[in-house]
């Protein structure tokens, strides 16, 4: 007798399970948006060395901070493509979807820096709301019209810890968190992620988002803490601290959040939001204090025999200056089973070994209109 085979039947559960398995095995073509900026090109270089079946359309309007040299060693060709264009612009978003049959977006590029929101917002509310918005409308069309083919499609907006507010002396942002940015660039931030969640709840986009907390680590624009406090203290310029000093950030080193992108992408739950943070809270002073202490022992003391912290220069608080980030990250270590690689200690030795290093590239990134900002931040 031929023994007849059972068909097998396959449940909720194994049907979840099989097509999580297809979504982390999957090749992509991926979207990316601001790969030119800090984060976006660490995550280029991070999915260039650790994903060969993805293929990335990199799109930056190179603002002034972005900068193709980031990109370095990344060739054009089968797996990369660069766009030089706007995420505000429809007609180009949407071509791009159509050409290159885009599945995933991992959205990055926004106007991102506090200080130039508070001084010209405009283009915080252009770029991060109407930017975003021009991007999630595409993603509709391509990914939700009846005839659309992508396969298990993925949005990933990224976004910032800023959108939650400030926090007193204990607790942690969750996913709970209630929403309450404080400056410009969060506000706008916090609007982009209502819209990628609204597109979620009511089209059924597969949106994922994320909220990280500060990073740091290669190809960071100088207007920033630690880049900016590295390339004066090392130069023997005067180093300003903001107010009393003792604003607490929560550091991520970039490649563990470049990390983290890539496991919400391969694991996370659309509809869902993670947030991504490095259990590493620092007083500004002691940010600063520590990169003037490693360079004093990399370069010696100031040619005047002075340490550097002797550079220190307490300036005029920044408006609305949110006290302390920190963030609980629990969701993304027990759902997803993501951690930091690096502690802070680890990751701004790293950081100052790279520019030490790459003293040209920040020589290069420090042109003419980077002059005149910092003369108009700082006198
Ligand atoms: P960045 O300022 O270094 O880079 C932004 C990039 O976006 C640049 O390459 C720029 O040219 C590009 N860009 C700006 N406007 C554009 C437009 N209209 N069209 C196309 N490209 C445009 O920013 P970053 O620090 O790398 O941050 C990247 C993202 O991560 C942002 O969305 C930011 O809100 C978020 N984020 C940053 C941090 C952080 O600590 N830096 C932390 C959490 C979240
Ligand atoms: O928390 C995530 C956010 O981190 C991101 O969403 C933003 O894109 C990113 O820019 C960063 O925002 P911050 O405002 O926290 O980063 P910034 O490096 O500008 O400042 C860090 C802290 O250092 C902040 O408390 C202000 C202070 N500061 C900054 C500068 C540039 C100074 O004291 N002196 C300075 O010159």
Known sequence: MVAVKKPLRIGFIDRIAIKNKRSMEKIRTVLVTGGCGFIGANFIHLVNETRPDWRIVNLDLLTY???????????EGARYRFVKGDIADAALVDGLFEQENIDTV???????????????????????????????????????????????????????????????????FN?????????????????????????FHTYGLPVLIT???????????????????????????????????????????????????????????????????????KTNLEVVSLICDILDEKLGLLPNGAVRRSLITF?????GHDRRYAIDSSRLKTEI?????????????????????NQQWLDTVIDGSYQQYYERMYG
Not at 65 to 75: P, Q, R, V, Y
Not at 128 to 152: P, V, Y
Not at 179 to 189: E, G, Q, T
């Open 65 to 75: 901070a972005g900068n193709l040299s980031n990109l370095h060693g990344i060739e």
């Open 106 to 172: 991992v959205h990055f590029a926004a106007e991102s820096h506090v200080d130039r929101s508070i001084v010209g917002p405009a283009e915080f509310i252009r770029t991060n709301i109407f930017g975003t918005f021009t991007l999630l409308e595409a993603a509709r069309k391509a990914w939700l019209a009846d005839s659309a083919e992508a396969a298990d499609p993925r949005f990933l907006h990224v976004s910032t810890d800023e959108v939650f507010g400030s926090l007193g002396d204990s607790g942690f």
């Open 175 to 199: 996913e709970t968190t209630a929403y309450d940015p404080r400056s410009p660039y969060s506000a706008s931030k916090a609007s982009s992620d209502h819209l990628a969640s609204a597109y």
């Open 211 to 281: 909220n990280c907390s500060n990073n740091y680590g290669p190809y960071q624009f100088p207007e920033k803490l630690i880049p900016l406090i590295f390339n004066n203290a090392r130069t023997g310029r005067s180093l300003p601290v903001y107010g009393d000093g003792k604003n607490i950030r929560d550091w991520l080193y970039v490649n563990d959040h470049c990390q983290a992108i890539i496991a919400v992408i391969d694991k996370g739950t659309v509809g869902r939001s993670y947030n991504i943070g490095g259990n590493n809270e």
């Open 315 to 319: 300036v005029a608080d920044r408006l």
């Open 337 to 357: 089973g993501w951690q930091p690689s690096v502690t802070f200690g680890q990751g701004i030795a790293l950081t100052i070994d790279w520019y030490l290093t």
